[in-house]
């Protein structure tokens, strides 16, 4: 869809894109200024696998002032991206045929991973009613001999749905007693709107010893184009993410980790700034959807996204998610994400990393089309 929307802007067509899974944010200046005096100063080789000590020491100081847990230097891997992140954590924890449960709708990336790591992707389904969040029974059942891997997305992509910290503890419990590793993806643990993140491995000792903690700058710092992303871990676990990582990409750019170091250690009042924007964003969103008759958006209460539920519009010429993406893109020129995609059929993703001008004209075509179409 997004590539759709670039080529009919390309032909000069107004296209809104609500498609993107970016902030819309240029990336703060004290970020920039801080990578350009690595730049200057010669930070331009090759450095440790595991990155810059720069980096790691702002990582360690990062978890225990925000995700309330400790981590020693040798628990930490600077990758290039969250997603290369996890990419590592599957290649070293999965042999072929393990299974790995995920929890849909979830980000499509997760699934392609499993199976490139030779491992069975097997998904519990979860919906609006439970806030798009699992019942442990669920998982106890989906539980067997062969499984090794719960992946975790609190916040989420795509449903802005969050786990309480109860649901997390429930599940930590679980993954104890049968002896699972959880991967943990908090990239979006600093977009929450009605509630405080809480990070697996702050829970206790044994909980971190069963969770590798994926985290970023790309979304929390608007720098997705860094391509900077961490893994804290077991000393044993980090270890085998280094030499599989050293064999593979080596280090992360060194002189995008300084100014990854600076987003840790001195970005708080810019992020606050975006995070406000994301909230007037997010009540702009959710009232314009709300006087669209026919659609349900659960409020998100993290990251940046609406999972609409479409599904009384399916019908007809019309009867998919994907139908009705193609169709807004092609009569109302917005771009839109199908939640097939996602595993999360009947609805579409939206996202908000957009300008509430954007927002207004964008919705009201979609309330336009959906009227059209009724
Ligand atoms: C849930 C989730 N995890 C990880 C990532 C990847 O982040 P990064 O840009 O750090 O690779 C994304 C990006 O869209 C995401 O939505």
């Given at each position: 869809m997004t590539a759709r929307a670039r080529d009919m802007k390309a032909a000069g067509i107004n296209v809104l894109s609500f498609a993107a899974g970016e902030p819309d944010f240029n990336t703060p200046e004290e970020i920039r200024e801080a990578a350009k005096v690595a730049l200057d100063e010669g930070q331009t080789k090759y450095c440790s696998s595991r990155g810059l000590p720069l980096l790691i020491e702002a990582i360690q100081r990062k978890v225990s002032r925000e995700n309330g847990f400790q981590c020693n230097a040798n628990q930490v891997v600077v990758s290039c991206g969250a997603k290369h992140s996890i990419y590592n954590a599957l290649q070293v924890l999965i042999n072929p045929g393990d299974e790995v449960i995920l929890f849909a709708p979830f980000w499509m990336t997760y699934a392609d991973q499993v199976l490139l790591a030779g491992g069975k992707p097997v998904i519990i389904h979860t919906t609006a009613e439970t806030g798009f969040t699992p019942d442990p029974d669920q998982i106890k059942r989906a539980i067997t001999a062969k499984t090794k891997v719960l992946i975790v997305n609190t916040?989420?992509?795509?449903?802005?749905g969050a786990w309480s910290r109860q649901l997390i503890k429930e599940v930590a419990s679980i993954a104890l007693k049968h002896n699972l590793m959880i991967i943990s993806d908090e990239i979006y643990e600093r977009l929450t709107y009605d509630h405080d993140h809480c990070s697996?491995?702050?829970?206790?000792k044994d909980v971190a010893a069963h969770t590798i903690t994926i985290l970023g700058v790309s979304k929390t710092y608007s720098m997705t184009g860094w391509r900077i992303g961490f893994s804290v871990s077991t000393p044993e676990i980090a270890t085998a993410i280094a030499n599989f990582q050293d064999q593979v990409t080596?280090?992360?750019?060194t002189f995008a980790q300084a100014g990854a170091a600076a987003a840790l250690d001195s970005a708080t009042e810019t992020v606050a700034g975006m995070k406000q924007k994301f909230c007037d964003r997010r009540e702009l969103g959710l009232k314009l959807l709300g006087d669209i008759s026919g659609l349900k958006t659960a409020p998100p209460k993290g990251a940046f996204y609406f999972f609409t539920d479409v599904s009384l519009y399916l019908t007809g010429r019309i009867s998919t998610d994907v139908d009705l993406a193609d169709h807004l893109l092609d009569t109302a020129h917005i771009a839109t994400i199908p939640g097939s995609v996602f595993y999360g059929p009947g609805h579409l993703r939206l996202s908000y990393a957009n300008s509430p001008e954007a927002i207004t004209e964008g919705f009201t075509r979609l309330k336009n089309a959906l009227n059209d179409l009724s």
């Amino acid at each position: 869809m997004t590539a759709r929307a670039r080529d009919m802007k390309a032909a000069g067509i107004n296209v809104l894109s609500f498609a993107a899974g970016e902030p819309d944010f240029n990336t703060p200046e004290e970020i920039r200024e801080a990578a350009k005096v690595a730049l200057d100063e010669g930070q331009t080789k090759y450095c440790s696998s595991r990155g810059l000590p720069l980096l790691i020491e702002a990582i360690q100081r990062k978890v225990s002032r925000e995700n309330g847990f400790q981590c020693n230097a040798n628990q930490v891997v600077v990758s290039c991206g969250a997603k290369h992140s996890i990419y590592n954590a599957l290649q070293v924890l999965i042999n072929p045929g393990d299974e790995v449960i995920l929890f849909a709708p979830f980000w499509m990336t997760y699934a392609d991973q499993v199976l490139l790591a030779g491992g069975k992707p097997v998904i519990i389904h979860t919906t609006a009613e439970t806030g798009f969040t699992p019942d442990p029974d669920q998982i106890k059942r989906a539980i067997t001999a062969k499984t090794k891997v719960l992946i975790v997305n609190t916040p989420s992509n795509p449903t802005g749905g969050a786990w309480s910290r109860q649901l997390i503890k429930e599940v930590a419990s679980i993954a104890l007693k049968h002896n699972l590793m959880i991967i943990s993806d908090e990239i979006y643990e600093r977009l929450t709107y009605d509630h405080d993140h809480c990070s697996f491995a702050s829970l206790s000792k044994d909980v971190a010893a069963h969770t590798i903690t994926i985290l970023g700058v790309s979304k929390t710092y608007s720098m997705t184009g860094w391509r900077i992303g961490f893994s804290v871990s077991t000393p044993e676990i980090a270890t085998a993410i280094a030499n599989f990582q050293d064999q593979v990409t080596s280090n992360a750019t060194t002189f995008a980790q300084a100014g990854a170091a600076a987003a840790l250690d001195s970005a708080t009042e810019t992020v606050a700034g975006m995070k406000q924007k994301f909230c007037d964003r997010r009540e702009l969103g959710l009232k314009l959807l709300g006087d669209i008759s026919g659609l349900k958006t659960a409020p998100p209460k993290g990251a940046f996204y609406f999972f609409t539920d479409v599904s009384l519009y399916l019908t007809g010429r019309i009867s998919t998610d994907v139908d009705l993406a193609d169709h807004l893109l092609d009569t109302a020129h917005i771009a839109t994400i199908p939640g097939s995609v996602f595993y999360g059929p009947g609805h579409l993703r939206l996202s908000y990393a957009n300008s509430p001008e954007a927002i207004t004209e964008g919705f009201t075509r979609l309330k336009n089309a959906l009227n059209d179409l009724s």
